[in-house]
């Protein structure tokens, strides 16, 4: 089992029950910030429990700019033509943050391991598949320090070109322990990178509007800082230590705000360190931004299988009592899809009356938009409710040709004069196969039986298996 720097976030709890060695050094460190004017607080964090060469790692090779020269030239080469991203970066904003795009993966705990290179390595890469394929994958870590050869938990530098010639797995098929391994080679690789390099090899550290642009061109980038005793202790506000040490740590640079003249930051000490695991250190800090670097994710390529492909579900379940007097939505789901293709999305419960007078009638349908009065008629269902506690049954589908993107469905109900009560429900988004647009990430279990047909104009797909699965489309919308 790994040791993890994260026990707890509570600060103050922390520092209540802290040892006397712990204590003197928050002091030593109190003392400086009063001297120095640091614009930070300090406090307690569980990085603290542990000196900082165990939990940095980053060790920069002594001809890396003259590398970087050479990546570059390289990179421009293997770079891909991009789909459109979500959100707009603007370089020139004040502000910009990917956390609020939805493109930053949670916070990781490298543990007392030098293993940062491969975290922030990890953390740059997930934010290019993010935002190029509007996909969060938690990656694997451990296969790039077990295989990748870039470094060890005794330090390393950016493992880009791995991602590119062997690619990850997935976190949850490779998990991290925070102590070097034996390469696992029986895995796949799904999650590759197209290609890496530097922002600017020619400096040590690039310009703030230098990185302000890779961090809209590419998303999070990587880039190494300078991590010190006041660095391990940080709590909130804008850090100013100006440490010109060597740097020894590696960080995800995700986004800036002018008016502090400051970089957000993504660490990898867990959330008991920071702001829940980010930082706020200024432009000009402990030398952030040195060795920054870029990565580009390959575009997510659909895979086909015959029939109908399972998207994404949302569940509710009979303890969940949902009851309703007016109209509201009674669940969503969202998905999101990396080309135009065709969608199902079906509705399907039992209902009942709770209070009110019988009969009673109740419409329900889906729409993409949030607000439970807004109703589209084309997936518009009428039912009855004769009696009451008497269930019947609750459905509405729909097909749609939607973009590439993040999608949400909701699923409305129409009441008035009286509750009504679900039984238990799923909201299901299926895509169809490739014939009619492709399908996204998921791909049914390997052998499973496919009924396709065609007749008066509808294409039909079944899985006998799965009839909630089942899929009509009008065939004629292909073209």
Not at 114 to 124: D, I, P
Request: glycine letters at 8%.
């Amino acid at each position: 089992m790994a040791v993890s720097i994260s026990p707890s976030g509570d600060y103050s709890k922390r520092e209540s029950a802290a040892p006397a060695k712990i204590m003197r050094r928050l002091s030593t460190l109190r003392e400086q910030a009063a001297a120095e004017n640091w614009t930070f607080e300090i406090g307690y964090t569980a990085a603290l429990d542990f000196s900082l060469p165990q939990i940095t790692g980053m060790v920069p090779p002594d001809d890396w700019q003259e590398q970087g020269r050479r990546q570059n030239v390289a990179a421009e080469a293997m770079k891909q033509p991009l789909p459109p991203t979500i959100g707009a970066c603007d370089a020139t904003a004040s502000s910009f943050s990917w956390v609020d795009q939805g493109c930053v993966t949670p916070v990781r705990d490298q543990g007392p391991c030098g293993s940062c290179w491969a975290f922030g390595t990890h953390a740059a890469f997930e934010g290019s598949h993010a935002v190029i394929n509007q996909d969060l994958v938690d990656t694997a870590e451990q296969q790039t320090l077990d295989c990748s050869g870039a470094g060890s938990c005794g330090g390393g530098w950016w493992a880009f070109q791995y991602l590119v010639d062997t690619g990850s797995t997935a976190e949850t098929d490779y998990p991290y322990t925070a102590q070097d391994g034996d390469c696992q080679t029986g895995v796949q690789s799904l999650y590759t990178a197209a290609a890496w390099g530097y922002v600017d090899p020619d400096v040590e550290i690039p310009s703030v509007d230098a990185l302000k642009g890779a961090v809209c061109a590419y998303g999070p980038i990587a880039v190494a800082v300078t991590a010190t005793p006041a660095f391990q202790a940080y709590t909130s506000g804008v850090f100013n230590e100006h440490s010109s040490a060597t740097v020894n740590h590696a960080v995800t640079i995700v986004g800036w705000d002018d008016s502090m003249q400051a970089w957000r930051i993504k660490n990898s000490w867990g959330e008991a360190w920071g702001e829940a695991g980010y930082m706020w250190i200024g432009y000009d800090s402990n030398q952030v931004g040195y060795g920054a670097a870029w990565v580009q994710a390959k575009v997510a390529a659909p895979t086909c299988p015959d029939g109908p492909t399972l998207i994404a579900q949302q569940q509710f379940n009979w303890p969940d009592q949902l009851q309703f007097n007016a109209n509201a939505n009674v669940t969503s789901v969202t998905f999101s899809l990396p080309q135009e293709m065709f969608v199902s999305v079906v509705a399907e419960s039992s209902a009942a009356l709770v209070a009110g007078s019988a009969p009673a009638q109740f419409q329900t349908g889906l729409y993409i938009d949030p607000t439970p009065n807004v109703m589209w008629t084309v997936s518009y269902r009428r039912g009855t409710l004769p009696a009451a506690n008497q269930p019947v049954p609750v459905h509405t589908s729909m097909v749609m040709k939607l973009g590439a993107g993040i999608h949400t469905f909701y699923w409305k109900l129409w009441v008035a004069g009286y509750t009504v009560q679900f039984d238990s429900g799923t909201l299901t988004a299926t895509a169809v196969p490739c014939s009619m647009g492709g399908q996204v990430t998921a791909t049914l279990e390997a052998g499973a039986a496919q009924q396709v047909e065609e007749k008066d104009g509808l294409l039909v797909m079944r899985r006998p298996a799965g009839p909630e699965l089942s899929v009509t489309v009008d065939n004629k919308a292909r073209s």
